[in-house]
């Protein structure tokens, strides 16, 4: 089955009680059972749903894996996740993963004992050089948010098995559609399926897949035993999202990089971040581990103001955080995304005031473009 293919008839297809071809909101918390135990295969909505699972069985199809998780939000998949360590382990994570990731590690996780070193992974050295006896996971994230930095998969992966680690991908950036992490050896992939799955901006939710059965179980245990799931109408929302993932993500990375080449071109802009751009430092390992560059692009416009001056001068591109929908939105990272990060750390990996952030949503890009001319100062 090809890609596009799998997305609309991978996982549960449809409703064979009645012939719906569309899965069925299952808004339900239990189920009879006949005699005690003797059940259809669901007995509480917490430990399973059908709706759910439908979900579910579709992000393990598409990512490749063993078994897949929905959670309430991307943050609760990773923190699930998480909860596979133990108190005095170690993890080893790229340095500017996401916001909320480097918070619940720095701020929650640790208070329970698990430690952590964050390092520009991009540099495989890195990780080898932040190996201790009670390491047991590599976290990456590749792109990276906002700078795009990329983490070669392959690498990451034969390092980490080389100290008996973890991989963990978190995949939010590229999606499925352009790069799955299991199938270059990673054993966990996370995403925020607020993001691009969802694709609407009207669902939150996070995804995990693992690529064993014993890491199915445990998550499976975990999932169980913490709760932190996701509902059935927001489960549908997103199967609904993930039917039309390939073509909004070839529309998406069309109309970036017709942006990245107006963007470099131009007098105000003083550097433009995207793998896709032949200079980018990544360019060919995001060139041979992912099949499409994505949807978000940073650029440097040189300073706060005017930064500032974009943002409130575009009409198409919304000030707002997030990204991976259809509307195309702007934001300044070191001012919202990245707040949570200390301002010392923020300027050590890059993250001026003056960084604009875009993602490129599925408008007409001549009106994207001709926004950006008149807002660029
Ligand atoms: C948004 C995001 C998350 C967190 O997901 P939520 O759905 O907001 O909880 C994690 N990782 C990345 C890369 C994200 O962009």
């Known amino acids: 089955m090809k890609r596009k293919t799998q997305l609309i008839h991978g996982g549960v297809v449809g409703d064979e009680l009645t012939g719906a071809v569309s899965v069925p909101i299952y808004q339900v918390s239990t189920y009879k059972q006949e005699s005690v135990g003797q059940h259809k295969g669901y007995e509480y909505s917490r430990t399973g749903n059908p709706t759910r699972h439908a979900l579910e069985e579709l992000i393990k199809d598409i990512e490749g894996g063993e078994a897949g998780f929905a959670f309430g939000s991307g943050m609760a998949a990773v923190t699930a996740v998480m909860m596979l360590f133990n108190s005095g382990d170690h993890i080893i994570l790229t340095d500017d993963v996401y916001g909320g990731t480097y918070r619940v590690i720095t701020k929650v996780l640790n208070r329970i004992g698990i430690d952590a070193t964050f390092v520009d992974t991009s540099d495989i050295t890195n990780i080898r050089k932040s190996v201790r006896s009670n390491t047991k996971a590599l976290y990456i994230e ?20 080389m ?34 799955l969802g694709g609407h901006s009207d669902v939150v939710a996070g995804l995990a897949v693992v690529n064993s059965k014993e890491l199915a179980e445990d998550l499976h245990f975990i999932q169980n035993s913490t709760g932190g799931i996701l509902g059935p109408q927001d489960s549908w929302l997103l199967m609904r999202g993930i039917k039309t993932l390939g073509i909004r993500m ?6 970036a990089h017709k942006i990245v080449e107006f963007l470099k071109n131009h007098p105000s802009v003083r550097k433009v971040y995207y793998p896709g751009l032949e200079a980018h430092p990544n360019h060919e390992i995001a060139k041979k581990q992912a099949r499409g560059f994505g949807g978000m692009i940073s650029f440097d416009v040189g300073s706060e103001e005017k930064a500032e001056q974009l943002l409130s001068n575009v009409k198409y591109f919304t000030l707002a955080e997030s990204l991976g929908a259809v509307e195309s939105l702007i934001s300044v990272p070191a001012k919202m995304t990245h707040a949570s990060i200390p301002a010392d750390r923020r300027k050590e990996l890059g993250i001026t005031d003056g960084l604009v952030r875009i993602s490129v949503g599925l408008e007409d890009v001549e009106d994207l473009i001709e926004d950006l001319t008149n807002a660029l100062v």
């Open 163 to 196: 100290h008996n680690l973890l991989t963990i991908v978190d995949n939010t950036f590229s999606t499925p559609y352009w790069q799955n992490p299991i199938k270059q050896g990673a054993d966990i992939v996370l995403h925020s399926a607020t993001k691009y």
């Open 142 to 161: 590749t792109p990276t948010n906002p700078l795009l930095k990329i983490t070669d998969i392959e690498a990451a992966v034969n390092e980490a098995k």
């Open 250 to 255: 070839e529309e998406h990375e069309a109309n």
